[in-house]
């Protein structure tokens, strides 16, 4: 069936480093632009980062811009998300998320979910 | 950037109630607007985009409309399984802050 499957996330002191990965499944990921999206506890939703499907264009939240990465693996089905330079702040939950596809036209939209990786930023 | 307002933060309600509730975007964003419903340590589900068309698999009773500036999702008759946390999002960026739809 089609899967997100989030890995990658933990503990990491301020300033640190983290790769988040995200394997994909049951559907051609190549087809697909992609997202994370983060949520910080009992908090709303934010986005973080988007490319598209050929790699060709990614922007980030101005929350993370200069300090995250957002690529992917056409080959391996996944996705990726270098995260330097941590803050308290970006303790969160991240999710990858599939953005929906309409009769061959990109909506921009999520429409499958990874179960999400928690990261936590703290001394 | 696009401000996304979302109104009521929480709305208690009943089984069976119409429940409406409202995102404003502070300019406006034609019709990208996409709502989702998340539920306590879950993944948010896809509901509505481009306003107003149901995802696949969603139940009828979910509709959203607006254009513009003004949107709402509209749940016709509220369910056990629909107490939940509401989001709209204006493509691709911005979300709203939620809204929670909690038992009366």
């Known amino acids: 069936q089609v899967q997100l499957v989030e890995s990658g996330g933990g503990l990491v002191k301020p300033g640190g480093s983290l790769r988040l990965s995200c394997a994909a499944s049951?559907?051609?990921?190549?087809?697909?632009?992609m997202s994370w999206i983060r949520q910080a506890p009992g908090k709303g939703l934010e986005w973080v980062s988007y490319?598209?499907?050929?790699?060709?264009?990614?922007n980030y939240a101005d929350s993370v811009k200069g300090r995250f990465t957002i690529s992917r693996d056409n080959a391996k089905n996944s996705l990726y998300l270098q995260m330097n330079s941590l803050r308290a702040e970006d303790t969160a939950v991240y999710y990858c998320?599939?953005?929906?596809?309409?009769?061959?036209?990109?909506?921009?939209?999520?429409?499958?979910w990874g179960q999400g990786t928690m990261v936590t930023v703290s001394s | 950037d696009i401000q996304m307002t979302q109104s009521p933060s929480t709305l208690s309600a009943s089984v069976g109630d119409r429940v409406t509730i409202t995102c404003r975007a502070s300019q406006s964003i034609s019709s990208w607007l996409a709502w989702y419903q998340q539920k306590p340590g879950k993944a948010p589900k896809l509901l509505i985009y481009k306003a107003s068309s149901l995802e696949s698999g969603v139940p009828s009773r979910f509709s959203g409309s607006g254009s513009g500036t003004e949107f709402t999702l509209t749940i016709s008759s509220l369910q056990p399984d629909d107490f939940a946390t509401y989001y709209c999002?204006?493509?691709?960026?911005?979300f709203g802050q939620g809204t929670k739809v909690e038992i009366k």
């Open positions: 998320a599939r953005g929906l596809m309409v009769r061959g036209l990109h909506e921009f939209a999520f429409d499958i």
């Open positions: 049951g559907f051609t990921f190549s087809d697909y632009y």
């Open positions: 999002q204006q493509y691709p960026w911005t």
């Open positions: 490319i598209s499907s050929s790699s060709s264009y990614t």
